[in-house]
Nanobody
Framework: VQLQASGGGLVKPGASLRLSCAAS????????MGWYRQAPGKQRELVAV???????NYADSVKGRCTISRDNYKNTWYLQMNSLKPEDTAVYYC???????????????WGKGTEVTVSS
């Protein structure tokens, strides 16, 4: 199983970005899909997560500015980020808790990350 994140870039404050993460390989079901970020010198933190039922959870720092969504048919999820701030600068990692077969246990997978830089 591989998770491929994309959509990062250099933007100015107030701009928007849409990150995508596509999971490929042998996948039976995906439970939760999420986005984390790690800024230089800081620990990785949760940005947003969405479960199989569509329930979402966001970090306080991005509530109202970010929206996580998923396409179950494509095993792809997205993070729409609006009104970006310099403090949003980080490497964004996608994460999924998934099962590879009906009899396998769910485990966590990580993508390699996509860099977001917000600077004027």
């Amino acid at each position: 199983v591989q998770l491929q994140a994309s959509g990062g870039g250099l933007v100015k404050p107030g701009a928007s970005l849409r990150l995508s993460c596509a999971a490929s390989g042998s996948i039976f079901s995906v439970n939760t899909m999420g986005w984390y970020r790690q800024a230089p010198g800081k620990q990785r933190e949760l940005v947003a997560v969405i479960d199989s039922g569509g329930s979402t959870n966001y970090a306080d720092s991005v509530k109202g500015r970010c929206t996580i969504s998923r396409d179950n048919y494509k095993n792809t999820w997205y993070l729409q980020m609006n009104s970006l701030k310099p403090e949003d600068t980080a490497v964004y990692y996608c994460n999924a808790d998934l099962r590879r077969s009906p009899v396998s246990r769910a485990r966590e997978y990580w993508g390699k990350g996509t860099e977001v830089t917000v600077s004027s």
